[in-house]
T-cell receptor, first 112, second 116 residues
């Protein structure tokens, strides 16, 4: 069965630095990977999507990469701010409709 | 943008009682909604796919008689946890695809269920 794994250890980072999160998947490459942000006690919020045939996507201070050789996606937050502190979830999608498989998320803590 | 409203945000109930959670799409129609459950420090686990006007599709291991899903209209899906037990205590979140493609989901704020 496919797995999607994120680093369970919290990432503590100083304001202004770049936070880099890792999402690894097993078996075949998904059609796309999505990244969500989740704040405590809240539902996830969609951030970025990257398709299998794309190497990199950007949105403001966020950047996502998709490496099918390493079976990995990296999520970068540049010039991090305390407001970026949250848990970030990676999700793989294999169908044209419906189900996503989520990782457990990585907590990011940005200190001033 | 698309908004999914979920209610209640928190509910505490006694063991053996039933609890209903509502999920509404406020500014769009959702023929399909998804119900997830999340335990602390764990990933979202898909429980079922709710289809407007038809029966829900449940994931393996999810008891359909315990977690009743009704999708009576294009803007409302409900999840009823029947005869709740303490092990059902969890964070339940609904979501809907917003139509932007590639299954991008808009989530509700979640419902924290505590069964005493």
């Amino acid at each position: 069965s496919q797995k999607i794994e994120q680093n369970s250890e919290a990432l503590n980072i100083q304001e202004g630095k770049t936070a880099t999160l890792t999402c690894n998947y097993t078996n075949y490459s998904p059609a796309y990977l999505q990244w969500y942000r989740q704040d405590p006690g809240r539902g996830p919020v969609f951030l970025l999507l990257i398709r299998e045939n794309e190497k990199e996507k950007r949105k403001e201070r966020l950047k996502v990469t998709f490496d099918t050789t390493l079976k990995q996606s990296l999520f970068h937050i540049t010039a991090s701010q305390p407001a970026d502190s949250a848990t970030y979830l990676c999700a793989r999608g294999d169908d044209s409709w419906g189900k996503l498989q989520f990782g457990a998320g990585t907590q990011v803590v940005v200190t001033p | 943008g698309a908004v999914v409203s979920q209610h209640p945000s928190r509910v505490i109930c006694k063991s053996g009682t039933s609890v209903k959670i509502e999920c509404r799409s406020l500014d769009f129609q959702a023929t399909t909604m998804f119900w997830y459950r999340q335990f602390p420090k764990q990933s979202l686990m898909l429980m079922a796919t709710s289809n407007e006007g038809s029966k829900a599709t449940y994931e393996q291991g999810v008891e359909k008689d315990k977690f009743l899903i009704n999708h009576a209209s294009l803007t409302l899906s409900t999840l009823t946890v029947t005869s709740a037990h303490p092990e059902d205590s969890s964070f339940y979140i609904c979501s809907a695809e917003t139509g932007t493609g590639a299954n991008v989901l808009t989530f509700g704020a979640g419902s924290r269920l505590t069964v005493l």
